[in-house]
C-alpha cells in the first residue's frame, strides 16, 4: 500500500474510534504510518480526507444491506418481501454498538459547520438514493433516472435517515423491518380508498 491507501484506512480507523469532529490530522497519521504532508498533496485537505474515509464506509456497507456473505436477496425486486428483507439487513447493522450510524449521526448533526464537508455528502447522499433504488428495485444504478433518483431515492434515503435517528436515540422503541412493511402496506390500502 502506498501513502494514499494507508493514509485511507488510517482515516477510515480513526472516524470510527474519535468521529469527525475529534479526529485530528495528527491521529490520522499515527494511524497511518504516514507525515502530514502526505495529506495535503494526497487529498488537500483533512476534511476531504475523512469525507472520502466515510463515503468507503458506507459504501462497504452496502454489502451488508444485500445480505452480505449469505448471498444475494430473495424477495423480487419491488415486492414487499424485498422490502422487509432489505430493512431487516439495514437494521441489523445499526444494532452494533460501534455501528457506522452513530458517526452518521455526528456528521449529519454538524450540518452547516463545515460546509465544503456537507457538500462533498449531498452529492454522495444522492449517490446513495441511487443505489438504494436498485436495491429495493432492481437494475443497475446507472439505468437508474435522475426524476426517479429525486422521487423513489429520496424516499428510501428519508426512510433510512429517520430510522438512523431511531436506532441511534432509542434502539428499545424503533421499529424492526416487519412493522415498516406494515406501515407501508398501510400506506397503500389508505391510497387505494381514496
Known amino acids: ?26 491521529d490520522i497519521v499515527k494511524e497511518s504510518g504516514t507525515n502530514l504532508a502526505s495529506i495535503g498533496y494526497h487529498y488537500g ?4 480526507l475523512l469525507v472520502q474515509a466515510y463515503i468507503e464506509l458506507v459504501e462497504a456497507m452496502s454489502d451488508a444491506f444485500e445480505g452480505g ?4 436477496l430473495r424477495g423480487e425486486p419491488g415486492s414487499l418481501e424485498r422490502f422487509t428483507e432489505v ?21 449529519v448533526a454538524m450540518g452547516d459547520e463545515l460546509p465544503e464537508v456537507r457538500d462533498h455528502l449531498v452529492r454522495a447522499q444522492r449517490e446513495g438514493a441511487r443505489g438504494l433504488v436498485t436495491l429495493f428495485m432492481g437494475g ?55
Open 69 to 72: 456473505a449469505e448471498g444475494e
Open 140 to 194: 443497475r444504478e446507472e439505468d437508474v433516472p435522475e426524476e426517479t433518483v429525486d422521487t423513489l431515492g429520496q424516499f428510501y434515503v428519508t426512510l433510512l435517515m429517520g430510522l438512523m435517528v431511531q436506532w441511534s436515540f432509542g434502539p428499545q422503541g424503533a421499529p424492526e423491518a416487519d412493522r415498516i412493511t406494515e406501515g407501508l402496506r398501510r400506506v397503500i390500502e389508505g391510497v387505494g380508498k381514496s
Open 45 to 48: 485537505s483533512k476534511d476531504a
Open 1 to 26: 500500500m502506498g501513502h494514499r491507501e494507508d493514509l485511507l484506512e488510517g482515516a477510515k480507523r480513526c472516524l470510527l474510534q474519535k468521529g469527525f469532529m475529534r479526529t485530528t490530522a495528527r
Open 87 to 107: 430493512w431487516s439487513n439495514i437494521i441489523g447493522t445499526m444494532r452494533d454498538p460501534g455501528s457506522l450510524w452513530r458517526l452518521s449521526m455526528e456528521i
